[in-house]
């Protein structure tokens, strides 16, 4: 069983900055790519950002680029999602995922979920 545990979630102003981490407890966690996701209250779930096992190969929603930065350190199991210039429409859970094939931006193509951290942007 592996788990998924997201921090850094939080309440900040339209344009501040958070820096979410996913903390995995598995051994391989450097083979899988792994991502980001969002939902906001009644919508939802929603793709924001994959990075391949070995950081290579990042990818991004278009509501996100330039924004966000999505980051690994494999020798900490960890995945980050640095994010920027922060607004109102950004306030949701979110998820961190282990993608098992497929595209990554398909939430079916995912085994293992976090249970969620709450961001609030305030405007």
């Known amino acids: 069983q592996v788990q998924l545990v997201e921090s850094g979630g939080g309440l900040v102003q339209a344009g501040g900055s958070l820096r979410l981490s996913c903390a995995a407890s598995?051994?391989?966690?450097?083979?899988?790519?792994m991502a980001w996701f969002r939902q906001a209250p009644g919508k939802d779930r929603e793709f924001v950002a994959a990075i391949t096992g070995s950081g290579g190969s990042t990818w991004y929603a278009d509501f996100v680029k330039g924004r966000f930065t999505i980051a690994r350190d494999n020798a900490k199991n960890t995945m980050y999602l640095q994010m920027n210039s922060l607004k109102p429409e950004d306030t949701a859970v979110y998820y961190c995922?282990?993608?098992?094939?497929?595209?990554?931006?398909?939430?079916?193509?995912?085994?293992?979920w976090g249970r969620g951290t709450l961001v609030t942007v305030s405007s």
């Open positions: 995922a282990r993608n098992v094939r497929g595209s990554p931006v398909g939430t079916l193509n995912y085994d293992y």
């Open positions: 598995d051994r391989t966690f450097n083979i899988y790519t």
